[in-house]
């Protein structure tokens, strides 16, 4: 799992509450990202059908894929599920059983489709040093990547190891490499692995959203926010990349792209999940000395999580807002 959140302690100053990053943490709920791509690598498109099956084909669930390939199932109860991908332009695929008992509150399903044949031959959408990927790569990295969908890391780690020795441009090569090491539980590895992915196409999204969480997780702000930018450019409707963004931004002095980042959370049909933002966003008003501002953020955040353990700080620091002289 590439995806990682994040918690905060509070602090009440003035009626102003801090936001102090800890230690990366999971959100307590079931939930499954899937990545549709095709045979390259690359993302699919937009508005693909993805179903969520039951271990025996039941449909529990349906979503459309993004402008990325992505799509998000959350609130899942801990069980085995299936996929099933379909639409204009790719062949129907029905993926193995995904065991949600044993990966943790989050998980991540890579799924491969093949492009129906077409005769109109649609321009490609590789990099430039993916273009001159010798045979013979291509062969090692077509066995590490089934290694991987087999769940065999050290045979992909193998495979993936030969087709980076026959040709040490390839950018996929290396983002996959730093996945099997993340599984290997090599993590120093992992990360010099995605950063010479991103060297060679800073456009992988799987690798910067993993250097920016890296980074992000050990305070290291300056170097975790181009990452974050890039992966919220991949991924501009993911609440997770956006959130950990805004906290980012904020913690680099960047407030206006901190509010408008928290904004674009807020705008989500999930944000709710992530009422966390509109704290990221009274801090920054705090600063600014923006009373108004700051006690509609408490407010909000009061509405979309009440149950939160941060509320009662919340409703505190609200309380002296409301009390001072206007």
Partial sequence: MLRRFFICTVLIASGAIQIVAQASQAVPEEQLTVRVTYGDDRAAPANLRVELLSAYGGT???????????????RLQPAKYKLRISGDGVVTTETGEIDMTTSGPNATEYVRVQRVPSTGGEPGTLSVTDLNIPPEAKKEFDKGTSGMEQKNW????????RAIA?????ALA????????????????AVESFRTAVQLD????QANSYLG?????????????PYLLRAASAEPRNPQVLTALANTQ???????????????VHSLPDHKKFAIVHLIAAQILSDRGDSQRMREEYRL????????????RVKEALAKLESSPK
């Fill in 60 to 74: 529990i669930g349906m979503r459309t894929t993004d402008g990325f390939g992505s799509v998000i199932f959350d």
């Fill in 154 to 161: 050290n045979e992909a780690k193998t495979h993936l190891e």
């Fill in 166 to 170: 026959i040709y040490p441009k390839y």
């Fill in 174 to 189: 290396h983002n996959n490499m730093g996945v099997t090491y993340l599984k290997l539980g090599q993590g120093a590895s």
């Fill in 202 to 205: 800073e456009h992988l999204g």
């Fill in 213 to 225: 969480h890296f980074y992000y997780d050990n305070k290291d702000y300056k170097q975790a926010e």
């Fill in 250 to 264: 904020m913690q680099n002095g960047h407030a206006d792209q901190a509010l408008a980042t928290a904004q674009k």
């Fill in 301 to 312: 955040f009061l509405k979309e999580d009440p149950e939160s353990p941060m509320a009662p």
